[in-house]
């Protein structure tokens, strides 16, 4: 199947008509939405925009609430975590609103070896990490990709004691099908691109320069991806570039072309908001900011739209806000981030730890909205009534693409997620989490069991037994 090289399904009039028309729908209307969003099937981009243009204090209660179930039904009370390792900030892109854009030369500017790379493996290994995200900048030199490439054999190489990473998503600039294809025989999860803004106009005024200015050669990539066999791909917009809500629904739009054309939508969302950037006058005021009232009215409307799709919270956003969306729709989370090259191992040595802060402001992409340590913020999942996962098992075991969907949708993928998820939750309170989180953590472990389907809670059991016995690794 040929990818497509046009971006006709992208239709902003329709958009425009469906935004117009979504103020004139009534509560009985919605009430109709709400219902069908609980058979599980996800709603239609009209539907999307109705519950979007809602300010009714009464209507929103009921969409948090039928998001709380949904979310409950599916993903139960795991929260899947991972790292970002920026291994690069050069870019030959001058976006306005990044503090990586090439004109920016306040940015201290480092690409890293591999065995710097190596070293920041370690160090998030250290941490508890088993799932990282690679990301870069957009290199000019042809040996970009191959780096990347060595970065991801660099990663999966690093044992420390009984600890290593054991999945690898990638988030770079737009690729050909045929180094897609080479990134899938690296051994990838996700591969996650943003178009950033789905606004033709918005995008020509914020990418003024470099390949990324090339909308369409940005918005088919997703489609080269799956042409080249990577069947789980990330997408989401950046909030504040451009009216959300049109943002919100080309992306629907973006879901179901992929859908329409590969069988399957993306495997995850992600919900970043413009936050300020070193250098970036446009980062300190988002042309159309987007208020923590309407943001979890974001997470909660697209935890009903599209039910069986991860959504991922970055540390852009505060603990509190982070904690505040966990039951609305957010199914992963990062935790102790660093956005600059190099932050990790820095910060892990004592002696450099404050030089450390201090190149996080000089060499990230954005400020970061929650400092916490990963054992930090584990705690707080499990204190609030969630369970940390560490699983990698679906990459592993090949449940990806449509075959994940087979399994989600009838519900099937709970009876392995669920033991998973405790199973590599106990690995981290084993190895290297705190006292007062072991303490948590055994308290949120006793609460999952106690909730369990005995036949689930027995396969659990052996599984987190064999952990206590020294075994690592152990999945379904």
Same mark, same amino acid.
């Given at each position: 199947?040929?990818?497509?090289?046009?971006?006709?399904?992208?239709?902003?009039?329709?958009?425009?008509?469906?935004?117009?028309?979504?103020?004139?729908?009534?509560?009985?209307?919605?009430?109709?939405?709400?219902?069908?969003?609980?058979?599980?099937? $996800?709603?239609?981009?009209?539907?999307?925009?109705?519950?979007?243009?809602?300010?009714?204090?009464?209507?929103?209660?009921?969409?948090?609430?039928?998001?709380?179930?949904?979310?409950?039904?599916?993903?139960?009370?795991?929260?899947?975590?991972?790292?970002?390792?920026?291994?690069?900030?050069?870019? #030959?892109? &001058?976006?306005?609103? #990044?503090?990586?854009?090439?004109?920016?030369?306040?940015?201290?500017?480092?690409? !890293?070896?591999?065995?710097?790379?190596?070293?920041?493996?370690?160090?998030?290994? /250290?941490?508890?990490?088993?799932?990282?995200?690679?990301?870069?900048?957009?290199?000019?030199?042809?040996?970009?990709?191959?780096?990347?490439?060595?970065?991801?054999?660099?990663?999966?190489?690093?044992?420390?004691?009984?600890?290593?990473?054991?999945?690898?998503?990638?988030?770079?600039?737009?690729? =050909?099908?045929?180094?897609?294809?080479?990134?899938?025989?690296?051994?990838? $999860?996700?591969?996650? !691109?943003?178009?950033?803004?789905?606004?033709?106009?918005?995008?020509? &005024?914020?990418?003024?320069?470099? %390949?990324?200015?090339?909308?369409?050669w940005r918005l088919n990539?997703? *489609?080269r991806a799956m042409e080249?066999?990577?069947? /789980?791909?990330?997408?989401?917009?950046?909030?504040?570039?451009?009216?959300?809500?049109?943002?919100?629904?080309?992306?629907?739009?973006?879901?179901?072309?992929?859908?329409?054309?590969?069988?399957? $939508?993306?495997?995850?969302? =992600?919900?970043?908001?413009?936050?300020?950037?070193?250098?970036?006058?446009?980062?300190?005021?988002?042309?159309?900011?987007?208020?923590?009232?309407?943001?979890?009215?974001?997470?909660?409307?697209?935890?009903?739209?599209?039910?069986?799709?991860?959504?991922?919270? =970055?540390?852009?956003?505060?603990?509190?806000?982070?904690?505040?969306?966990?039951?609305?729709?957010v199914s992963q989370v990062?935790?102790?981030?660093?956005?600059?090259?190099?932050?990790?191992? *820095?910060?892990? *040595?004592?002696?450099?730890?404050?030089?450390?802060?201090?190149?996080?402001?000089?060499?990230?992409?954005?400020?970061? $909205?929650?400092?916490?340590?990963?054992?930090?913020?584990? %705690?707080?999942?499990?204190?609030?009534?969630?369970?940390?996962?560490? #699983?990698?098992?679906?990459?592993?075991?090949?449940?990806?693409?449509?075959?994940?969907? *087979?399994?989600?949708?009838?519900?099937?993928?709970?009876?392995?997620?669920?033991?998973?998820?405790?199973?590599?939750?106990?690995?981290?309170?084993?190895?290297?989490?705190?006292?007062?989180?072991?303490?948590?953590?055994?308290?949120?472990?006793?609460?999952?069991?106690?909730?369990?389907?005995?036949?689930? %809670?027995?396969?659990?059991?052996?599984?987190?037994?064999?952990?206590?016995?020294?075994?690592?690794?152990?999945?379904?």
């Amino acid at each position: 199947m040929m990818a497509s090289t046009t971006t006709d399904w992208l239709d902003e009039g329709r958009i425009a008509d469906t935004l117009a028309r979504s103020s004139t729908v009534d509560s009985g209307q919605i009430q109709a939405i709400l219902t069908k969003a609980r058979e599980l099937k $996800g709603l239609a981009i009209d539907e999307v925009a109705a519950l979007l243009a809602l300010e009714q204090p009464d209507l929103l209660a009921a969409v948090f609430e039928t998001a709380r179930w949904v979310k409950n039904e599916i993903y139960g009370r795991r929260i899947v975590m991972f790292a970002p390792l920026y291994y690069s900030n050069s870019c #030959c892109n &001058e976006c306005v609103y #990044c503090a990586f854009r090439r004109s920016n030369r306040e940015l201290a500017r480092k690409t !890293l070896s591999q065995a710097q790379i190596a070293r920041e493996t370690a160090a998030l290994i /250290d941490q508890g990490h088993k799932r990282l995200l690679l990301i870069a900048g957009e290199s000019v030199t042809d040996a970009g990709f191959q780096h990347l490439l060595d970065a991801i054999a660099t990663v999966y190489s690093v044992k420390r004691g009984s600890g290593e990473i054991r999945r690898v998503n990638v988030n770079v600039a737009p690729l =050909s099908v045929e180094e897609f294809r080479a990134l899938k025989a690296a051994g990838i $999860g996700t591969y996650q !691109l943003f178009q950033e803004t789905y606004h033709r106009k918005t995008y020509a &005024e914020v990418h003024i320069a470099g %390949r990324k200015s090339d909308f369409d050669w940005r918005l088919n990539a997703i *489609d080269r991806a799956m042409e080249a066999g990577i069947d /789980d791909v990330g997408i989401g917009p950046l909030l504040g570039l451009a009216d959300w809500r049109f943002d919100l629904l080309a992306m629907m739009q973006h879901i179901a072309h992929l859908e329409e054309r590969f069988g399957v $939508g993306c495997h995850t969302i =992600s919900v970043p908001r413009m936050e300020p950037a070193l250098g970036s006058t446009m980062s300190e005021a988002p042309p159309h900011h987007v208020t923590d009232a309407d943001f979890k009215k974001i997470v909660a409307v697209l935890r009903l739209a599209v039910p069986y799709t991860g959504i991922i919270m =970055s540390t852009r956003e505060t603990a509190e806000m982070r904690r505040d969306t966990f039951s609305l729709g957010v199914s992963q989370v990062s935790g102790g981030s660093r956005t600059d090259p190099g932050g990790y191992a *820095d910060a892990a *040595d004592a002696a450099g730890a404050a030089a450390a802060a201090a190149a996080a402001d000089d060499a990230g992409q954005f400020q970061v $909205g929650d400092h916490r340590s990963l054992d930090d913020v584990v %705690r707080d999942i499990a204190e609030v009534g969630f369970t940390p996962s560490f #699983c990698t098992a679906c990459y592993r075991m090949g449940r990806t693409g449509r075959d994940f969907m *087979d399994l989600a949708k009838p519900g099937l993928i709970r009876e392995m997620c669920g033991p998973n998820a405790l199973s590599t939750f106990v690995e981290y309170l084993e190895d290297y989490a705190s006292p007062a989180t072991v303490e948590a953590g055994e308290r949120a472990i006793r609460r999952e069991l106690d909730a369990m389907d005995p036949k689930i %809670r027995h396969y659990s059991e052996i599984m987190i037994a064999k952990v206590r016995d020294g075994k690592r690794d152990v999945f379904r």
